[in-house]
């Protein structure tokens, strides 16, 4: 009788692995992504029995986008906080939940070459209804001297400059997927020891997918460009590479997460009420775009490349749009043809 052997690899096992082929690494940036899982692991806890305990529902505040914060997201700031402030690896942190950002101004952390941006629950609008939430998060060399404090400029760097970017998805399973510039890696948590086991090695975005992602709500307040883009994905069949399907759910982690899988495209274009968008350039936009980009598709604003975008804000808002590759330049080319 024969048996399979076959190793499993855990999240700091694989950190640990990446350190050993490159002997001069220091590890920091590897204590940094195990600090962030173990975040995850504490956040995960509590989003699987919100149901059952008072943490859900609105937390009685607004935060600086104008939001109702809600009880969960909360928690899993303080979560993201403590841990990276406790750290080694960190020496200051920019969140969506806080008006500005929060330097951990210790011997330690002001040595650290690393700042972190993160938002702590996106979706969270789904938590009472029980739809897949995430985190998502970006790390950046300093580049204020080490041996002091971090500084805004540290924060405000382009995407282009980002050293790691990933994501956790709290769904039918609990997943954490990061990014270097070696690749895109995916981790399952398995719930019986408590790890995050290697489920998703070396992912790489479709060159092309079926599946496109837009609110339809906002159809006639978007650009020209783009309301022709998605009636040419409401067309497609067999003869022109179709048919397609149109998934939204709403919850950016979830329906990111799926097209980088499965590809597909994803769109959260400006409308004429709301021409810079909605979602955040530097919680949001820079990492995705940076994670799609290393597995080989493409993120863009509509104007140029996301990565490239200077911030000039810490809550600066874009437009957005990301996906397989084909895809992204399908609609590009639909841009140009109204120009």
């Known amino acids: 009788m024969s048996t399979i052997n076959r190793k499993i690899s855990t999240l700091d096992e694989f950190t640990i692995q990446q350190l050993r082929d490159f002997p001069h690494a220091t590890g920091e940036l ?15 806890v509590e989003v699987n029995k919100a149901g059952l305990v008072d943490i859900l529902g609105d937390y009685g505040t607004v935060n600086v986008q104008g939001e109702d914060v809600k009880k969960l997201d909360i928690f899993a700031n303080n ?4 841990v990276l402030r406790h750290g080694i690896s960190c020496a200051g942190i920019g969140s969506e939940e806080m008006d500005d950002f929060v330097i951990f101004d210790d011997e330690i952390s002001n040595h650290s070459k690393y700042v972190v941006l993160f938002d702590p629950l996106d979706g969270s609008g789904n938590i009472d209804v029980n739809v897949s939430i995430g985190t998502i998060f970006s790390v950046f060399p300093r580049i204020s001297p080490k041996g002091q404090p971090c500084t805004r400029e540290d924060f405000l760097q382009p995407g282009k400059k980002q050293v790691a970017a990933g994501y956790i998805i709290y769904g039918s399973s609990t997943m954490m997927v990061y990014a270097t510039r070696r690749g895109v890696n995916g981790f399952t948590l398995d719930q019986s020891i408590g790890e995050f086991c290697l489920s998703h090695p070396d992912i790489k975005c479709p060159e092309s997918g079926r599946i496109y992602s837009v609110n339809h709500g906002n159809f006639f307040q978007y ?4 309301r022709n883009y998605i009636d040419t994905c409401q067309k497609k069949d067999k003869t022109n590479g179709g048919p397609y399907t149109q998934r939204y759910i709403g919850s950016m982690v979830a329906d990111v ?3 980088l899988i499965k590809g597909g495209i994803f769109m959260y274009p400006g409308t004429t009420d709301k021409p810079k968008g909605k979602l955040r350039l530097l919680y949001e936009c820079n990492p995705f775009a ?3 980009e290393v597995a080989g598709g493409k993120a863009t604003d509509g104007r140029q490349r996301i990565l490239d975008v200077q911030p000039t804000e810490l809550h ?7 996906g397989s590759r084909s895809m992204m330049e399908e609609l590009e080319h639909h841009w140009q043809a109204v120009k």
């Open 30 to 44: 590897s204590r940094l992504l195990r600090d962030i899982g173990l975040a995850a692991k504490r956040i995960n």
């Open 79 to 82: 979560q993201f906080m403590g």
């Open 223 to 226: 650009e020209e460009g783009t």
């Open 257 to 259: 997460h799926r097209n």
């Open 290 to 292: 940076f994670i799609t």
């Open 316 to 322: 600066q808002r874009s437009p957005f749009f990301v």
